[in-house]
């Protein structure tokens, strides 16, 4: 867990998926996978894949792989992290995300990465987003014993900016980051530039869908974050 506080303690804030809502990985995520899957000699369809992205590895395994031998578990998830890390050069954040960080903490909000990644990811993640300056505290897959659709991950960044789960709103991009925030009563903002459907993401509980961080900059006076916000959007 990495907190940086920038302009101190704030009471409300904007926890935020990382992978697919403000980085465009989540496909780069599935190939990764489906590589790792190949080199075990296991075939899996990459829609059946990109269906779980958004989950922590081992709830990935679970959902696409049922009744496995779960003995060769770890050299699949290791198997996932070096593929994904030779896209790490090639990574880029959606059009508006610095932007919307920006914006949410110069409103007054404290602003968390809520991420399930491994912390070297992370970093890359958050050296690509060029946003550490709007950014309170960030997560990654050792701040929680279990991941999406598990709250822990979201309860570990509520920690990290000292809030409750009613003052805040979280930002993502998959039924699992929908299904994580209900279980803390907290309102999901989804965004379907992850690959996941305006309906999927409405079905699972969204409060408020938008195509990407841009459209919801845009929006964001009249959005649940801009509810939240002490400083006029």
């Known amino acids: 867990m990495q907190n940086t506080r920038p302009g101190g303690r704030r009471n409300r804030g904007v926890l935020f998926d990382v992978d697919g809502t403000l980085i465009d990985s989540a496909y780069l995520h599935t190939i990764a996978w489906w590589q790792a899957f190949r080199q075990a000699g296991l075939d899996v369809p990459m829609a059946s894949i990109h269906r779980s992205v958004g989950m922590g590895g081992a709830n ?20 996932h992290g070096a593929v994904f890390s030779t896209f790490w050069p090639g990574l880029r954040a959606f059009d508006g995300a610095r932007d919307l960080l920006a914006q949410c903490c110069e409103s007054g909000l404290a602003v968390a990465l809520a991420s399930s990644a491994r912390e070297r990811d992370l970093d890359v993640l958050r050296s690509t987003l060029r946003a550490d300056s709007f950014i309170h505290a960030s997560t990654s897959a050792n701040d929680a014993k279990e991941s999406k659709p598990a709250p822990d991950i979201l309860e570990a960044a509520l920690r990290a900016v000292e809030l409750h789960a009613a003052d805040v709103v979280y930002v993502g991009d998959s039924v699992w980051d ?3 925030a209900a279980r803390l009563d907290i309102p999901t903002i989804g965004l379907t530039c992850g690959g996941t459907s305006a309906a999927e993401l409405s079905e699972a509980g969204a409060v408020e869908i938008y195509s990407g961080p841009r459209e919801l900059l845009e929006n964001l006076r009249d959005s649940a974050i801009g509810k939240l916000a002490r400083r006029p959007l």
Do not use: H, K
């Open 60 to 79: 990935l395994l679970d959902n696409v792989l049922p009744g496995r031998d779960r003995s060769e578990d770890q050299a699949i998830m290791a198997a």
């Open 178 to 180: 929908v299904y994580a």
